[in-house]
């Protein structure tokens, strides 16, 4: 076996812990896919105020985080394990900057405006624990921007570390349209020095962009989907930073995300009407039957069913939804959201609900369990994201027969082939365009092959219920990349 590796993992937010997105379910499971493979993972995050202290074993000792203008705070920390295995988690507990209802904004949707020490703290706080637990950490894999400071701090303020001298550096960027842009005076609370603030790195627009400092510094980052790994290097999905990741291309990978097929499986999910699989679809037609009783929709069997699950953000391509609704619930059938985010969303799909309550449900609101009758109920899954790093739903769809209609970017156009009537092959259905009328003729072509050729449907689920996107693979792509980078970072050390 190759050599065990020393992890740090941090993150701002983890399941089952705090979750607002994939992020989460990325935090969750990798660290312990990566345990699997014999590597010593610790995860470090934020004790929001919703994570019950008294739950969690204290951890001795108050933990001191430079930081610099803001002098050196005290936290305290706290420990419990990733469920269903050894892996620990670290909590940082600071009352000031995570004592609060949200993780990122208010409960009115304002981000808070002190994010950028929020975060900087956690980043430093995770190096100050390694110090602490006398752990010395091989790779230091950091996610997005909210601790894409480490990449940079390995290099600038812990560079002499003992902690720290043979650590190389991964970045994943989750989202590249969240990019953590401040006031430059937070430069004096990272202290990585003003030499640092130059268009290269850190500066952007006269302020501070800590993703983009993130990226200057790891040794290799990565992307969630090989697609989105591409797309970022155009201006059409580089959000600003489309040059500087050329300038960075040569270090750039795309790995796939997996997913927890405990959670997210047909034949043993505990939320559903009824189990199925492969070898007995029965149950999924009592799933439709409950899903739409229970959205006090007519329990029609042969409509088609549409589903959708996700944040309410212009990301996901709530804009064509919207756009194009009226339209397809003329097309005879139904569908139902479950979703929170923009408000005009929330309240313009309330009001379709309103006018078509034998057509359209919409829930809004967060459910885990909703989404899990969503997935198993529902025939056809919508997803027309405008971009998506990797996507997770759509992943989930494959595995309980559902089959997803997606826009071919990111990770939905890696992980769905398209329909071929020719040969009946393919697990959904693509279009390429953000249009309106390409995502109507598109749900309309879906909608008809379920409806009129209903072989070629049952094929197509059978293929995607059969596949599998599990994080063993994903792990051992990382494993790969962390071996590589660390050796070139050694290399490159001794130069
Ligand atoms: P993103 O991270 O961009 O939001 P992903 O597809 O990677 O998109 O992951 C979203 C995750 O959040 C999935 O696990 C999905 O089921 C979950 N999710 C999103 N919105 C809701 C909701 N309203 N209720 C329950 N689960 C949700
Ligand atoms: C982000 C992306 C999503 C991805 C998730 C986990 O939130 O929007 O596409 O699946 O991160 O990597």
Redesign the pocket.
């Known amino acids: 076996m190759n050599q065990a590796l020393n992890i740090l993992f941090t993150a701002s937010e983890v399941v089952p812990f705090a979750?607002?997105?994939?992020?989460a379910?990325v935090a969750g499971a990798l660290p312990k896919a990566l345990a699997r493979l014999g590597h010593n993972v610790i995860v470090v995050m934020p004790r929001y105020y919703s994570i019950d202290k008294s739950k969690l074993e204290h951890v001795p000792g108050p933990l001191g985080v430079p930081m610099g203008a803001m002098g050196e705070l005290w936290a305290g920390v706290y420990k419990d394990t990733l469920p269903g295995s050894d892996v620990p988690v670290y909590f940082i507990d600071f009352e000031r900057f995570f004592g609060r209802s949200g993780l990122y904004a208010d409960e009115n949707g304002f981000s808070y405006p002190d994010n950028d020490n929020r975060f900087i703290f956690l980043s430093k706080a995770a190096f100050q624990l390694c110090k602490k637990l006398a752990f010395r950490p091989d790779i230091i894999h950091a996610h997005d921007w909210h601790t894409a400071a480490q990449p940079v701090l390995r290099n600038t303020r812990f560079a002499f570390d003992d902690e720290f001298r043979n650590a190389a550096t991964v970045l994943t960027i989750?989202?590249l349209q969240h990019q953590g842009q401040f006031f430059k005076g937070v430069m004096d609370v990272m202290e990585v020095g003003w030499e640092h603030f130059n268009p290269h790195e850190l500066e952007a627009m006269d302020g501070v962009n800590i993703l983009k400092g993130g990226i200057a510094h790891a040794d290799a980052v990565t992307t969630v989907s090989r697609k989105y790994a591409h797309e970022i290097r155009t201006p059409e999905f580089g959000f600003g930073l489309d040059g500087h990741i050329r300038a960075h291309a040569h270090k750039l990978y795309g790995i796939l995300n997996g997913v927890d097929y405990e959670e997210w499986s047909p034949d043993i999910d505990p939320y559903i009407a009824k189990r199925y699989d492969l070898d007995d679809m029965s149950g999924k037609a009592l799933c439709k039957a409950d899903m739409q009783e229970r959205f006090n929709l007519p329990v029609w069997d042969d409509v088609p069913l549409i589903g959708f699950?996700?944040?309410f953000a212009e990301?996901?391509g709530i804009g064509l939804i919207a756009g194009t609704i009226e339209g397809l619930l003329h097309l005879n059938l139904q569908m139902v959201m479950?979703?929170?985010g923009e408000k005009w969303a929330e309240g313009f799909f309330s009001d379709i609900a309103r006018r078509y309550p034998d057509r359209f449900a919409c829930h809004v609101?967060?459910?885990?369990k909703?989404?899990h009758i969503i997935e198993a109920g529902s025939d056809l899954f919508l997803m027309p994201s405008l971009f998506?790093?990797?996507?997770?739903?759509q992943i989930?769809s494959l595995r309980y027969g559902t089959l997803p209609i997606v826009r071919a970017t990111g990770g939905l156009d890696d992980t769905i082939q398209n329909y071929d009537p020719a040969t009946k092959t393919g697990n959904g259905f693509k279009f390429d365009w953000a249009t309106n009328d390409a995502l109507y003729h598109t749900v309309k072509w879906a909608a008809d092959t379920y409806r009129y050729d209903r072989d070629a449907y049952t094929i197509m689920q059978r293929t995607a219920m059969q596949a599998r996107f599990d994080w063993e693979r994903a792990a051992k792509q990382y494993e790969d990349l962390y071996y590589h980078t660390l050796y070139a970072r050694r290399v490159a050390d001794y130069r």
């Not at 979750?19 to 992020?23: A, R």
């Not at 609101?365 to 885990?368: L, M, R």
């Not at 998506?388 to 739903?393: A, M, Q, S, V, Y």
């Open positions: 979750k607002t997105g994939g992020l379910d989750h989202n699950v996700g944040r990301q996901k479950l979703g929170t609101g967060y459910s885990n909703l989404a998506e790093p990797c996507g997770l739903n989930y």
